[in-house]
């Protein structure tokens, strides 16, 4: 923003979307110096220090909402159930208002924006956090209507983003405030009416198991849920009309010294037993396995695209057994304590400005990948790649990183550990140069069936390879140490002939 020159202090009303997010700013903006005192609401305090934006002196009032401020409703004539009919809650009107149980926190600020030349606006960057933010101004605005509004753009509660956030102030963009409030208006209307006119219609028409009065038993209609609902029951529908049928293949391994190699039949599988057993029993009178064809390539592994909110969800479950709710949880008590950047983002590409060497090199001091991290900084080991674009970006937040080093917390369960440590891997990979590896394939005639087996080797420098060929039923090793992974194909192929 254009600061007006310098001299008295103006007050400036910061709002945050959680007390410990106000909590986290304040410190950082203070460093450490600043004071606090109750508001209305006792758990959304008042920190109060001084501080300069741009060369303009401030005396910094930080406080906090608790998510919306406000809800959407019909007007009161609507709100009866038998007021009238539910198609009608499609155009009947809907107002925003302050719920009683949120009124201390409007109070407060009322009170503080009465005395404050500026609002800056800390909500999460996002379109709900917009939303919010346009809520917090009506109510500020309404207060005070010479308030100079801003708002700060962050991904992280460390110093750098934060600081960086305040002395770059922007405007709030009535825009994604607007997007929201047309989505829950939606979600109000649909359900709502659907809610309604189903409760009254199947109420009387069946027999259901309810606790408590019957008239207060309510069949609730979900705008996203009954769609997701229809969707599980449908995949039931199809289990339960599949009909299994039984079927016949065949097995053939090859067991040496080095081990069990599994081949597939060719065919896969077959649904007529006799032909199946005939093929068989030719296996079984001639079981010489004649080596056909060998073949191998090169196969590259990518690393991932930057880690999003449904990637993080995923790997979590997959890797640490965590549900999506508790990964979620975890993930945003690791943000708020500024060990990794906000965790609810659609965005899976880095922004050219971001400094990710910046990143990676807070976490060469780890006991368990600061060694990968010095050596993906090192030129020398050629092994930095700048991470793929993955083609989403929401405009608000970069992809989830980690924002500061640590090797694990005095107050962190095993599950904090878990996900910090997935974020971290997860960025190291993403800045890592593909993995390579040799896919061999091997293809054997039995009796004239055709049957395969495959396996991958990763490509090491200075390793000794033990490459297998089978002819006629005999097993010859051979061994070769290339002087740099890639060169590994020539001496594949020079055995491959021998």
Not at 229 to 234: M, R, S
């Amino acid at each position: 923003p254009t600061m007006p020159p310098g001299g008295s202090a103006i007050r400036v009303l910061n709002v945050a979307e959680k007390p410990s997010v106000a909590k986290s700013v304040a410190e950082i903006l203070s460093r450490g110096g600043m004071q606090s005192r109750a508001g209305r609401s006792r758990y959304n305090r008042v920190f109060e220090f001084n501080y300069a934006i741009g060369a303009q002196a401030c005396h910094m009032l930080v406080t906090s909402v608790t998510g919306h401020l406000m809800e959407l409703d019909f007007d009161d004539r609507y709100r009866r159930w038998y007021s009238c009919d539910p198609a009608e809650l499609f155009h009947a009107p809907v107002r925003k208002a302050v719920p009683q149980d949120k009124q201390d926190i409007k109070r407060t600020l009322e009170e503080e924006a009465r005395t404050c030349q500026w609002l800056v606006l800390w909500l999460d960057c996002d379109r709900e956090g917009e939303n919010i933010a346009y809520e917090v101004v009506d109510i500020c605005a309404g207060a005070n209507r010479n308030l100079n509004i801003w708002r700060a753009r962050f991904s992280a509660l460390i110093p750098r983003e934060i600081h960086e956030a305040v002395q770059h102030l922007a405007r709030p963009n009535k825009l994604f405030a607007d997007a929201v409030d047309a989505r829950q208006e939606i979600d109000l209307r649909i359900g709502a009416s659907f809610t309604r006119f189903q409760t009254m219609l199947l109420k009387d028409a069946f027999v259901l198991d309810v606790s408590g009065e019957e008239r207060n038993m309510v069949l609730s209609y979900g705008p996203c849920q009954f769609p997701t609902l229809g969707f599980i029951v449908e995949r039931f529908w199809e289990i339960q009309a599949h009909e299994p049928e039984e079927f016949w293949t065949i097995n053939c391994s090859h067991t040496s010294d080095e081990g069990t190699a599994s081949f597939i039949w060719i065919r896969g599988h077959l649904f007529d037993y006799s032909s199946a057993v005939v093929i068989y029993e030719m296996c079984v009178h001639e079981p010489m396995a004649t080596v056909q064809n060998v073949r191998n390539q090169e196969k590259l592994k990518y690393p991932p695209y930057p880690l999003s909110t449904v990637e993080l969800q995923k790997r979590a479950s997959r890797c640490c057994r965590m549900s999506s709710e508790h990964t979620m949880k975890v993930a945003e008590e690791l943000y708020q304590a500024g060990f990794i950047s906000y965790p609810r983002t659609e965005t899976d590409s880095f922004s050219p400005n971001t400094d990710l060497h910046a990143i990676v090199r807070e976490q060469v001091d780890h006991p368990d990948w600061g060694t990968y991290a010095q050596r993906l900084l090192n030129p020398e080991e050629r092994l930095w790649r700048n991470p793929s674009n993955g083609g989403h970006d929401d405009k608000a937040h970069p992809p989830i990183h980690p924002t500061k080093f640590s090797t694990g917390e005095n107050n962190w369960s095993p599950d904090h550990k878990k996900v910090y440590e997935l974020v971290v891997r997860h960025f190291l990979a993403c800045c890592s140069q593909p993995a390579v590896g040799a896919e061999t394939t091997v293809e054997v005639d039995i009796a004239g069936e055709q049957f395969n087996a495959s396996g991958r080797v990763f490509l090491r420098r200075k390793i000794t390879w033990t490459f297998i060929v089978m002819t006629h039923g005999v097993v010859h090793y051979f061994q070769h140490t290339p002087s740099d992974s890639r060169q590994e194909s020539a001496p594949m192929q020079r055995c491959m002939n021998t």
